[in-house]
DNA sequence: CCCAGTGGGGAGAAATTTATCCCCCATTAA
DNA sequence: TTAATGGGGGATAAATTTCTCCCCACTGGG
């Protein structure tokens, strides 16, 4: 565990949650849990331009965060799934919510974004894989 | 402007306003503008941990990504006004239902994260005005 | 024995974000 | 001229996060 040398602001709840968020992959995590995508796997598979360690990592922050659980299965092949404790299922509608604002407004934020910010396309793999199963999630939702 | 090696992920609304929102104040500065705590000054001594730099950064990215804009009268003092744009606007009830989470399960989170993270309780100043605005804020909505 | 699939994690480098220091410009008052 | 206020930003160091490479254990099939 790394140890930190400056204090986090905790103290106001925009910052909680701005630190359980906080990790390159965690809010895709979370939106590919409730998307009943469960096993490390899976994930690795879905996430494909997140290596295998980081989302090991932050995996085990959202669990040690009190918002995601697991289930290891003591068999053949090793099994684990993960799932949303009641923690973590309070915390979807704020993920929905970022989802919904992000697919509503990129044409307008990508742009932006990348003219401020050196963005090359991704090379292929990317998250459409993710983002279709968003829309059948955004779909079953409605 | 910092050249970025690694590309961003883009193309799913959740890493779209991740990206938007990525920035140790950004979530912080928006909810003071929302408080109206406009002028930089104000947010210096609002969001009092922060430093004048990192602030001024954040605000120039919120800026560029279309979030927020800023009017500069010309007189003396000299002064400079922050405001939400439409798009802003419209990221608010994210802001919101985050600090809302944060708030509810406060007491949960924080010896969670504090056992996940080496934390030292800021040492007085941290955000506790930023704070006691947030729950005015909050009493004015209710 | 070696390979494949499933779940994990150490070590160190590289990338990115924050923090620190200190200076700039403009205007006005003393 | 010299402060003082208000808004900005360069340069560089330090902190933090992410990436890459590689290894561990288990079990079943060539």
Redesign the pocket.
């Known amino acids: 565990m790394?140890?930190?040398?400056?204090p986090l602001p905790l103290d106001c709840g925009l910052h909680l949650t701005r630190e359980v968020l906080?990790?390159?992959w965690k809010p895709a995590i979370l939106n590919a849990i409730s998307l009943d995508i469960v096993?490390?796997?899976e994930m690795v598979r879905a996430l494909s331009?997140?290596?295998?360690?980081?989302l090991?990592?932050?995996?085990?922050e959202l669990e040690n965060h009190g918002i995601i659980g697991?289930t290891?299965y003591q068999q053949?092949?090793?099994?684990?799934e993960y799932f949303l404790t009641d923690l973590g299922k309070s915390l979807m509608p704020v993920i929905d919510a970022m989802n919904y604002w992000g697919d509503q407004n990129r044409s307008i934020l990508k742009p932006l974004i990348a003219a401020d910010t050196i963005v090359a396309e991704p090379s292929g793999s990317g998250c459409q894989t993710y983002q279709s199963m968003v829309k059948v999630h955004n779909a079953a939702i409605a």
């Open positions: 790394y140890e930190r040398k400056i906080n990790g390159k096993r490390p796997s331009d997140a290596s295998k360690r980081v090991n990592t932050q995996l085990r697991k290891i053949y092949p090793s099994k684990v």
